[in-house]
């Protein structure tokens, strides 16, 4: 069945440094990948969402590139805020599945 | 513009205990999902929706049950509380079930005692 991979945290990094979260999937077929992210006390929300190979989903300065070679969609924000706080969660779609499958979850943390 | 509602935002049971968990959506959504979420297992699906008078078993359906007798509407029971129980519930709405993305609600922090 379909599965997703993401990196383990928790992830600590200092303000404006360079964000990589891992995540890599297993699925038959043409799946869409999503990321959501969790703010403290909140439910998940949509980040990004990519829908085909070589596809490139970008929000509030995340970017992730759907890799079919790779099977990965790893997140990537250029200079992280602490205010990038927060549960993040890669997820895939898959036609004929009624469900959404989700990673984890990883744990991030910026100090000032 | 609402989204996706859940009430109460609060509980704590007693084991054995029983109580409902409302979930609201004002987008016209078919499907609807309620999932738990506990420290280092992620999210699991408990029980979804496909559309108004339909509910099917997802990943963790034991000891819980659900019903959507409209649209809007997805509610999930809790029959005898067991301290396992104790968890993070989060529903979600979407409006496809492929390709779509998923709205959720804030959560309902629930402790069984």
């Known amino acids: 069945g379909d599965s997703v991979t993401q990196m383990e945290g928790p992830v600590t990094l200092s303000e404006e440094a360079f964000l990589t979260i891992n995540c890599t999937y297993t699925a038959t077929g043409y799946p869409s990948l999503f990321w959501y992210v969790q703010y403290p006390g909140e439910g998940l929300q949509l980040l990004l969402k990519a829908t085909k190979a070589d596809d490139k989903g970008s929000n509030k300065g995340f970017e992730a590139t759907y890799r079919k070679e790779t099977t990965s969609f790893h997140l990537e924000k250029g200079s992280v805020q602490v205010s990038d706080s927060a549960v993040y969660f890669c997820a895939l779609s898959n036609f004929g599945n009624e469900k959404l499958t989700f990673g984890t979850g990883t744990r991030l943390t910026i100090i000032p | 513009n609402a989204g996706v509602t859940q009430t109460p935002k609060f509980r704590v049971l007693k084991t054995g205990q029983s109580m409902t968990l409302l979930c609201a959506q004002d987008m016209n959504h078919e499907y609807m999902y309620w999932y738990r979420q506990d420290p280092g297992m992620g999210l699991r699906l408990i029980h979804y929706?496909?559309?108004?008078?339909?509910?099917a078993k997802g990943e963790v359906p034991d000891g819980y049950n659900v019903s959507r007798l409209k649209k809007q509407n997805f509610l999930l029971g809790l029959e005898s509380a067991a301290p396992s129980q104790t968890s993070v519930y989060f529903c979600?709405?979407?409006?496809?079930?492929?390709?779509?993305?998923?709205?959720f609600g804030n959560g309902t922090r629930l402790t069984v005692t």
């Open positions: 979600a709405s979407s409006y496809l079930q492929y390709n779509s993305p998923l709205h």
């Open positions: 929706s496909v559309g108004e008078g339909t509910t």
